[in-house]
């Protein structure tokens, strides 16, 4: 009689479970990785920058806010993140960049922060005085 032994199978599962925890790791690295990008477009951004220049931007980094000539469905830039909302304002006279503001997400991958902060860069210095 011959008798069969689970040591086999269980190699094999526990080797699934691992390539599946390894791939699992690189997807989310990529991920990461992926959102960074909009911290660094965020962060990219002057005061005073042009629209155009916003918008060459968003075309090199592959990332759509509104703003876009064919879309044309805000005058604002809003991006999100897993934790963060971004909103770029623009001055509708000047057409350039006149505020930064970003907001922390009440739940990872929500994408409506609970309130937006206004960047140093775009603090008016004289507004409280």
């Not at 660094?40 to 629209?51: A, L, N, P, Q, V």
Request: glycine share 4%; with cysteine.
């Amino acid at each position: 009689m011959k008798t069969t032994s689970i040591t086999p199978i269980f190699a094999r599962i526990v080797l699934a479970f691992v390539l599946g925890l390894v791939a699992g790791a690189a997807i989310a690295c990529a991920q990461i990785v992926f959102w960074q990008s909009r911290y660094r477009f965020y962060d990219s951004i002057e005061i005073g920058m042009s629209r155009e220049q916003v918008q060459r931007a968003l075309s090199r980094e592959k990332l759509r806010c509104g703003i876009e000539p064919w879309l044309r469905t805000s005058s604002d830039c809003w991006l999100h993140d897993p934790w963060r909302t971004y909103l770029i304002k623009f001055d509708p006279k000047t057409h350039t960049v006149s505020g930064k503001f970003y907001g922390f997400n009440w739940y990872p991958f929500e994408s409506k922060p609970y309130a937006l902060r206004e960047s140093a860069a775009s603090a008016d210095p004289n507004r409280n005085r």
